[in-house]
Nanobody
Framework: QVQLAESGGGSVQAGGSLRLSCAAS????????MGWFRQAPGKARDVVAA???????MYSDSVKGRFTISKDNAKTTLYLQMNNLKPEDTAMYYCAALYQGTRTLGEIWGRYFAGASRADYWGQGTQVTVSS
């Protein structure tokens, strides 16, 4: 079981950058696949990026080439580097964890993260606002 806390959100002009952090506490951090999700007003919560136990990553098409997900296992901290931000990136961003077990990142992405926006644990969210 883990607890998640996001930070690093804020307001930025289009073309700018932000780096989000997600600090994890509790037990079993290394057994989870981690992800970043976002939700804009009136929209569904959608996965942005994910990273598994081995460090393999996946991204949604809308952020490929602009966002980078990474983690520091020693610090039990997840990151999302966001570059070339666009107004459509404006949303509440959430950190999430899903117990990986024997499943691959592809399975988790398709069946849980992208397919159903499902995870075992969620942070409270951090707001990102991008102005034009």
């Amino acid at each position: 079981q883990v607890q998640l806390a996001e930070s690093g959100g804020g307001s930025v002009q289009a073309g700018g950058s932000l780096r989000l952090s997600c600090a994890a506490s509790g037990y079993g951090y290394s057994t989870y696949c981690m992800g970043w999700f976002r939700q804009a007003p009136g929209k569904a919560r959608d996965v942005v990026a994910a990273i598994d136990r081995r460090g393999s990553t996946m991204y949604s098409d809308s952020v490929k080439g602009r966002f980078t997900i990474s983690k520091d296992n020693a610090k039990t901290t997840l990151y999302l580097q966001m570059n070339n931000l666009k107004p459509e990136d404006t949303a509440m961003y959430y950190c999430a964890a899903l117990y990986q077990g024997t499943r691959t990142l592809g399975e988790i992405w398709g069946r849980y993260f992208a397919g159903a926006s499902r995870a075992d644990y969620w942070g409270q969210g951090t707001q990102v606002t991008v102005s034009s």
